[in-house]
Nanobody, 117 residues
Framework: QVQLVESGGGLVQAGGSLNLSCVAS????????MGWYRQAPGKERELVADIAVGGKTNYVSPVKDRFTISRDDAKNTVYLHMNSLTAEDTAVYYCHLQPIATAAGYWGQGIQVTVSS
């Protein structure tokens, strides 16, 4: 079992920034694609960004150029730096770990991000 622990969420004003972190309990992190997802009230859980083992990144259009995903394999940690936050970014954000060539992935418990105006 892989444990994923998210941190860094909270309440910020529109236009502000937050940094989310997710630490994995196992070194399988280093051969896993890592992703951040979010689920807003009344909406489906959706991909925000992900990062491959080699460091290639992917972002959905609403967050591209505002959010940055990165990873530190020495720390088994993935980050999401969020800039220029708007109320539309308010959601529970989930960390996800997907080992290469493995069907079963792992989810964190989720962390609340609330953007107020």
């Amino acid at each position: 079992q892989v444990q994923l622990v998210e941190s860094g969420g909270g309440l910020v004003q529109a236009g502000g920034s937050l940094n989310l972190s997710c630490v994995a309990s196992r070194t399988i992190f280093r051969i896993s694609r890592m992703g951040w997802y979010r689920q807003a009230p009344g909406k489906e859980r959706e991909l925000v960004a992900d990062i491959a083992v080699g460091g290639k990144t992917n972002y959905v259009s609403p967050v591209k150029d505002r959010f940055t995903i990165s990873r530190d394999d020495a720390k088994n940690t993935v980050y999401l730096h969020m800039n220029s936050l708007t109320a539309e970014d308010t959601a529970v954000y989930y960390c996800h770990l997907q080992p290469i060539a493995t069907a079963a992935g792992y989810w964190g418990q989720g962390i609340q991000v609330t953007v107020s105006s």
